[in-house]
């Protein structure tokens, strides 16, 4: 309660920017605190204010969202990244994804909705919704030839997981909430949250999206950790 959530703005279009800050001005738990109009300013920007969460355009110019993912991910004190995109998903917002950022907008989604996923992305929960997950997953980062190695690979990583963080990790990338998790496996809400941190430790990855890209790679039929290999 009382907490202001630090927000960047990065976007190529000065149009864009002044219509977010204009927006986020008349919400109380918000605060814009610097701007950037391509990648290489969004990293000196994120750097020296420090913000929480980055709304990074995927299209600029020097550098663009998914090359400055990486390093915003990087820094001391990681801001959480929303993808800004005029596209559907698309192969570019599938591979910012997969290197951290913690969900994607629409730049036409409706104000309430902005607002809403700043503070979710805040709070440490992704930003895609039902109908989002399903476009992703419809979508192939690889041609049909490498699936079954993407598959493989993928599963090789859930192997790592305990049986009860692998159902943790089924429901994360179902888009589950924490509270929706601990009710469906009759858990406490700390108690998943402790397996969520163990989870994104033993898949080396740093937010709950990439936990449900590797889900998705490994496939519906997936078998759980421990498992007698199938004949």
């Not at 400055?68 to 591979?95: G, H």
């Not at 790679?217 to 421990?226: E, Y």
């Amino acid at each position: 309660m009382g907490r202001v959530i630090r927000v960047l703005l990065a976007d190529d279009d000065p149009l864009v920017r002044m219509g977010l800050r204009v927006m986020f001005a008349g919400v109380d738990d918000i605060a814009i605190v610097g701007e950037a109009a391509d990648g290489e300013q969004a990293l000196a920007r994120a750097a020296e204010h420090r913000p929480d969460v980055v709304l990074l355009d995927i299209r600029m110019p020097v550098m663009d969202g998914l090359a400055a993912t990486v390093p915003l991910r990087a820094l001391a004190e990681p801001p959480a990244i929303i993808i800004l995109t005029t596209f559907n998903p698309d192969e570019y917002v599938l591979r910012a994804l997969a290197r951290g950022a913690a969900g994607f907008l629409l730049k036409d989604t409706p104000p309430t909705d902005i607002v809403a996923a700043v503070r979710r992305v805040a709070a440490g929960e992704p930003v895609l919704s039902p109908a989002v997950t399903q476009q992703l997953i419809s979508r192939a980062l690889a041609p049909p030839s490498a699936a079954a190695g993407s598959r493989a690979r993928a599963r090789a990583r859930l192997e790592r997981l305990a049986p009860r963080e692998y159902d943790v990790a089924l429901a994360v990338g179902q888009g589950r909430t924490n509270a929706e998790i601990a009710a469906r496996l009759y858990m406490s809400v700390p108690t998943v949250k402790a397996h969520v941190s163990s989870i994104l430790a033993k898949l080396d990855v740093t937010n709950r999206v990439q936990v449900a890209l590797i889900v998705h790679d490994a496939g519906p039929d997936s078998p759980p950790p421990g498992a007698a290999p199938r004949t």
